[in-house]
């Protein structure tokens, strides 16, 4: 299994990265947090699980263990893969899921797309005693829009889960809310909990 990587930034999308390793050019899917940190041209350290399937394999990275370390474990409640899992860590921190685990608080994990009641309610019932203690949050980075954010925003949405209209109602209501929101991250968060209400 590829447990980290290190190497040159050569793409970085909204939720995926392309890493120069060694000659190599991994692709690696990320949470958009993780993917804004990272710039063309810089040096990038990711923690990373590979996940095998009969026709794939997909390299995910993360901006540490912990994010990794509860991907893989909310992956081990039956109903839950990779797509699932990382949408967890796009739409809340990993203290955040863990908080709505131990607490079980049914309604914040509905908050991902792909979750309903039912599978919240089996998270809970079968990590709540396996999650970790909940730690400080940390401030996460900023990059500037481009002249297509929006557009940005709508695809990243799009491919945590959402319909492309849920999308792009939430990019135009954050939008048309906050008109001074020139961050991409930000305003990739801030619809992430217009889709979360």
Not at 24 to 45: F, I, K, S
Request: a negative charge; aromatic letters at 2%; glycine letters at 12%.
């Amino acid at each position: 299994m590829i447990a980290a990587l290190r190497g040159t930034v050569l793409h970085a999308g909204l939720d995926q990265v392309v890493v120069d390793v060694g000659g190599v050019g991994l692709l690696t899917h990320t949470t958009p947090g993780t993917a804004a940190a990272l710039r063309t041209g810089g040096e990038a350290a990711l923690a990373t699980t590979l996940v095998v399937r009969e026709d794939a394999l997909t390299l995910y990275g993360f901006a540490s263990a912990d994010e990794r370390d509860l991907f893989e474990l909310v992956q081990t409640v039956s109903g839950v893969g990779p797509r699932i899992a990382l949408a967890m860590l796009a739409v809340a921190s990993p203290d955040q899921i863990r908080a709505a685990i131990a607490g079980g608080d049914v309604a914040a994990l509905v908050k991902t797309p792909g979750i309903g009641k039912k599978g919240a309610e089996r998270i809970v019932l079968e990590l709540k005693d396996k999650v970790g203690p909940v730690a400080s949050e940390a401030p996460q980075p900023q990059v500037a829009a481009t002249s297509g954010g929006h557009g940005q925003v709508s695809e990243a949405l799009v491919g945590l889960g959402w319909s492309a209209k849920q999308a792009d109602d939430a990019v135009a209501k954050v939008a048309a809310a906050d008109p001074g929101v020139t961050e991409v991250s930000a305003l990739l968060r801030a619809a992430l909990r217009e889709l979360g209400r």
